[in-house]
């Protein structure tokens, strides 16, 4: 605070600022104090303070999400492992570079908003809005993967018992595969063909526990909608132990967990396209501060505006570096 | 005049001897017409813009409570001789009764009205620190409520008339949403189409509370006057600064919630519904880390109301002052806590189980100290039973029996049985209606004449009071009494021994009606013929008693200085004048601003 009064105080005192203040000689108070603040200081951090309790709900709207996370990777670990190799770790090591990138820029242009240089503010606006693009375009490349290999969320999901799509074994990966799968050598396949062969009978322990389920209210009305294939007794664990190095594959994983892959893309989709609409929401703020600055808005003495977007700004950039972690690098 | 000392350039003189505001110019006449109002950015406007939503949401609720009591008169259908109409007429009602009672009225009545109201004059302030997004929370609040009613009422409607309003399907899961009924599976399916409007509606509201916590919070932080220390402000202003932290740490979470099973039912996506994959116990969790919050969103603005009106109106300084201050820190705290005591039965492991009711019995103790200090404030008090007074002293009898009725649910061997039945709906109504109502009316007979410079009649207020307090114990009584003997709650029909329970728990609820007409017409009267209001009718000592009857626009011409809020001695009455006058000297000696502290 004390910073703020005195670059606000050093910045009175410079002749010639293209941003010196013009105070308004017909209310004797600076231009941008609205009548129910007695300082500009008080405004500044009025406004300061609400961002940052804003920022929090927004934590506290995506901890829903990060929460419904653990709870499934909790319990459905494999499965995690499992799809996981469907999303394209490069892209999102890129996305992770450009949005980092961004909130340099973005960071560096709330540095010269504070100074007045309008030209330098603009720079880095602009960057900062290509980097946003730039994350939405490689989003919208890794999406577009997803739809075409029937890996999309809800009924468009291959592994999703209501699934809808074309036949899994037309689609360009062949049938229950990992895209890692696919990618290997005809002798790395026949490896590991051979490696599950002996792996198989620690890799299905779990499939003949319990007894079946039976519905009591079978035939009435009250006839359960859920079709659980067994009955899992409690305190056993259901996890599938793949060998250090191995990859867990959908042939190993039990009926039950099977069931459960599509969880992982719709839990990937909500997340990331929660995320996305931040990231538009951000452009479109970082679009008007933009128009803002250029026509020479802001400068030492005001510039609210700038400072508060690029908080936002560095949260969306925050909660992306939780977000690739935890979708792209599960091991 | 001594908590409002001229500041040191010397501009500002008290308010009541000079008001800078030409004569007779006050928020309500500061300018005209329906567009003046709609777009008005003054707190005190919005604060009546919300004052007749919230009463209308209330009114609507209110006379779906009594047509579902009067389904409850016999075991069979009451009205429609057709069962299966009949129970679907009840289902939809219920659920409109709670879900607008519970989001449009409890939630909203206390913070948004009296909130909005009184915050920025309590901290001798012009307005809140963002006046634009009060509007903007107001305008989100009443889209989002005319649109949550017209899904609910649509339902209502189709199923007793066969009218079909476009996009009015209904809503029959109860307030709470659970899934599998929310996600369309099983006897449901037919009905839940309003599932996803109403989940809109949901979501529009959560917008506008949580914009009004980010105000209030920032508001608090930045505004308050000279003289006014956190120690130094109302308790109504501790009361609503907790409920912005619940405001803005809980909603959030319902919005994901809501978003969540948007998504499930939009596009398929299985969090919460078991068919495709989900897990509804995930979402009991999920909605109750919201809503059980949401509960100390409605009673602790009410505890704030209680603290002012009980200090003022026994003229006794507020006795414990530090302590009801940090109790309402510690319940907003451990409100995040408890929610696991809404899901003992929906297989919660033992361990979190008995975790859960232990804190749960920890809400006890900073709601108890509560008690206590108001209890002792009265103690030795000059008590005027004022119809406010009268309100506050029947909240703190129904929130006792609310309160250690928590306490038996609470406790797990006991909860096992009597979950799900009425003795949680006459629980949570003892807490809900009988605290949170008790003070609602308490704080709108506390503030009328500040609102609308015009003094209630005494005898009608108390006597509607009383009326509803009889109701109100007629009603839920019997209901403990059916729940501990087995009545499961939300059926539209039951066994016939407990007929007699519900005829008397019905009667109660039109003896309710009648307290509450006669406390409307009460009210209304006072607009019309009420005698004039003073600045300061109770001789109170926050700031909002410093400014005229009504505030003027801007409410101060100078930022007041604060001074001890409940310093209610040095007011005293002047019987030649009819008036409370204040005596300068004493008030500043209490408040420690000596005159010469400000020349600087």
């Known amino acids: 605070m004390s910073d703020l009064v005195s670059k606000q105080q050093a910045a009175v005192t410079l002749a010639g600022d293209p941003f010196s203040p013009t105070r308004d000689p017909h209310h004797g108070h600076p231009p941008h104090l609205a009548h129910h603040f007695e300082t500009p200081e008080q405004q500044y951090s009025s406004a300061k303070v609400g961002m940052w309790v804003f920022l929090a709900t927004e934590l506290l709207m995506f901890g829903g999400l990060f929460c419904a996370y653990s709870v499934y990777r909790h319990n459905h670990p494999e499965v995690f492992e499992f799809a996981h190799h469907y999303l394209d770790r490069s892209l999102g090591a890129i996305n992770t570079i450009v949005l980092i990138t961004s909130s340099l820029t973005m960071a560096w242009g709330v540095r010269c908003a504070q100074l007045g240089q309008r030209r330098g503010l603009v720079l880095c606006l602009v960057l900062t809005l290509i980097g946003g693009a730039g994350f939405m375009t490689i989003k919208t490349i890794e999406y577009h993967h997803k739809y075409v290999e029937h890996v999309w969320f809800g009924a468009g999901n291959r592994y999703s018992k209501h699934y809808q799509g074309p036949s899994i074994n037309e689609g360009p990966f062949g049938g229950h595969q990992s895209e890692s799968a696919l990618r290997m050598t005809e002798g790395e396949r026949q490896e590991a063909a051979a490696d599950k062969e002996m792996m198989a009978p620690t890799t299905q322990p779990t499939e003949s526990f319990g007894p079946a389920f039976v519905d009591p209210n079978a035939g009435t009305p009250d006839e359960s909608k859920i079709k659980p294939t067994q009955v899992i007794p409690a305190g056993l664990s259901t996890r599938v132990r793949p060998e250090v190095g191995e990859e867990v594959r959908y042939e190993d994983l039990p009926q039950f967990e099977k069931d459960r892959v599509s969880t992982f893309f719709n839990i990937y989709f909500l997340m990331t396209g929660l995320h996305g609409i931040h990231v538009l929401v951000g452009m479109g703020l970082i679009t008007w501060i933009l128009v803002r600055g250029a026509r020479g808005a802001f400068g030492p003495l005001y510039y609210t505006p700038v400072d508060l977007v690029g908080l936002y700004w560095h949260l969306v950039d925050l909660i992306w570096i939780f977000l690739f972690p935890l979708l792209y690098l599960i091991h | ?600």
């Open chain 2, 1 to 600: 005049m001594s908590a409002i000392t001229p500041p040191a350039h010397g501009i500002g003189l008290p308010v009541e001897r000079e008001p800078s505001p030409p004569r007779g110019d006050n928020y309500l006449t500061h300018s005209r017409g329906i567009l003046s109002w709609l777009f008005s950015l003054d707190h005190k406007r919005i604060g009546i813009m919300y004052l007749v939503g919230v009463l209308t949401a209330f009114l609507i609720g209110g006379i779906f409570a009594l047509l579902l009591r009067t389904e409850l008169l016999t075991p069979g259908p009451t009205f429609n001789s057709n069962k299966a109409e009949a129970w679907t007429f009840y289902n939809h009602c219920f659920t409109l009764h709670g879900a607008v009672m519970v989001f449009l009225f409890v939630i909203p009545a206390i913070p948004a009205v009296l909130g909005n109201f009184v915050l920025p004059i309590m901290l001798g302030a012009k307005d809140v620190a963002f006046p634009r997004l009060n509007l903007g929370s107001f305008w989100c609040w009443i889209g989002g409520a005319i649109f949550f009613t017209y899904v609910l009422l649509g339902g209502i409607l189709n199923a007793s008339f066969g009218w079909h309003l476009p996009g009015g399907y209904g809503l029959d899961t109860g307030w709470t949403f659970y899934t599998p009924y929310s996600t369309g599976q099983g006897p449901h399916a037919h009905s839940t189409d309003g599932t996803i409007a109403a989940l809109l509606g949901v979501f529009i509201l959560g917008f506008s509370s949580i914009l009004t916590g980010v105000n209030f919070i920032a508001s608090i932080h930045m505004l308050r006057p000279k003289g006014m220390g956190w120690f130094r402000m109302p308790l109504m202003l501790w009361a609503l600064y907790a409920t912005s932290v619940i405001q803005i740490l809980a909603t959030p979470v319902l919005a994901i919630t809501g978003l969540l099973l948007l998504a499930e039912r939009v596009i398929g996506v299985g969090i919460f519904d078991p068919a495709i994959g989900g897990d509804p116990v995930l979402y009991q969790h999920f909605f109750w880390f919201y809503s059980h919050p949401a509960v100390y969103i409605m009673i602790l603005p009410a505890m704030g109301v209680i603290s002012e009106v009980i200090s003022t109106h026994s003229r006794k300084h507020v006795f414990g002052y530090n302590f009801i201050a940090y109790s309402s820190i510690a319940i907003a705290l451990l409100s995040f806590l408890v929610w696991g005591h809404h899901m003992f039965v929906s297989g919660q492991s033992p361990l979190a189980n008995a975790i859960f009711s232990l804190l749960t019995f920890s809400v006890a103790v900073p709601s108890a100290i509560k008690v206590f200090n108001w209890v002792s404030t009265m103690y030795r008090g000059d008590i005027r039973f004022t119809t406010a007074m009268v309100c506050a002293m029947c909240f703190i009898v129904m929130f006792t029996f609310g309160g250690l009725t928590g306490l038996f649910l609470g406790a797990l061997s006991n909860n096992i049985h009597v979950t799900g039945t009425y003795f949680i709906v006459a629980h949570f109504h003892y807490v809900m209606v009988g605290s949170v109502l008790f003070a609602f009316l308490a704080g709108l007979y506390h503030w009328w004449p500040k609102m609308f410079g015009r003094m209630t009649d005494l005898a009608w207020g108390n006597a509607g009071a009383l009326t509803l307090l009889v109701g109100f114990n007629l009603t839920f009584m019997p209901q403990f009494i059916m729940g501990a003997k087995g009545m499961p709650r939300r059926y539209a029909t039951y066994p016939v021994e407990f007929q007699g329970y519900h005829v008397v728990s019905t009667i109660g609820a039109y003896v309710m009606a009648i307290g509450l007409f006669t406390i409307a017409f009460n009210l209304l009267h006072a607009l019309l013929k009420g005698e004039k209001a003073p600045a300061n009718p109770w001789g109170a000592n926050t700031l909002e008693w410093h400014c005229p009857s009504p505030p003027p626009h801007d409410n101060f011409p100078v930022e007041p200085v604060a001074g001890d809020p409940y310093d209610l001695k040095s007011w005293q009455w002047d019987e030649a004048t009819k008036q409370w006058v204040l005596d300068e000297q004493r008030a500043r000696t209490v408040a420690g601003t000596e005159p010469t502290v400000h020349h600087h």
